[in-house]
């Protein structure tokens, strides 16, 4: 199963994390919405990587025990492979929460995370269409 990831954040430059709002989408090849999942809060970053979790999540609904997950952000390979998150971020626990996660779907399938550009994200189409982030 291939699978496309992509987050957003609107406010992410804002200091009060109750005014930031979180997308986070997960589409197949064909740009059909699988996952869309809104939240406070967050960052972009943290929005990548709900869609990653969601998209571990969504394969394993699915009864898949192999998947390639298509994502542009390089932060994202970095947590996505569980590589500790700075002390800086705005909400390390939930970063925490979802790598926990991600390990947790990473012991029942076999994931692939892949680097793609930007151009070429199915699910940062469908953010760039449907928000304005």
């Given at each position: 199963m291939e699978l496309y990831?992509?987050?957003?954040?609107?406010?992410?430059?804002?200091?009060?994390?109750s005014k930031r709002r979180m997308v986070a989408v997960v589409t197949l090849p064909d740009?059909?919405?699988v996952s869309e999942q809104h939240e406070r809060g967050g960052s972009n970053n943290i929005a990548e990587?709900?869609?990653?979790?969601a998209a571990y999540r969504f394969a394993s609904d699915q009864g898949m025990r192999e998947?390639?997950?298509?994502?542009?952000?390089?932060?994202?390979?970095?947590?996505?492979s569980l590589?500790?998150?700075?002390?800086?971020?705005n909400d390390r626990?939930?970063?925490?929460t979802l790598?926990?996660?991600i390990a947790f779907w990473r012991e029942r399938l076999r994931p692939r995370l892949v680097w793609i550009p930007r151009?070429?994200?199915?699910?940062?189409?469908?953010?760039?269409?449907?928000?304005?982030?």
């Open positions: 990831v992509d987050g957003g954040c609107t406010g992410n430059g804002q200091h009060d994390l740009g059909t919405v990587l709900m869609a990653v979790e998947v390639t997950v298509y994502t542009d952000s390089r932060n994202n390979l970095s947590w996505a590589k500790p998150p700075g002390k800086a971020i626990g939930k970063v925490l790598q926990s996660q151009d070429d994200n199915v699910a940062g189409w469908y953010i760039e269409s449907t928000y304005q982030l």
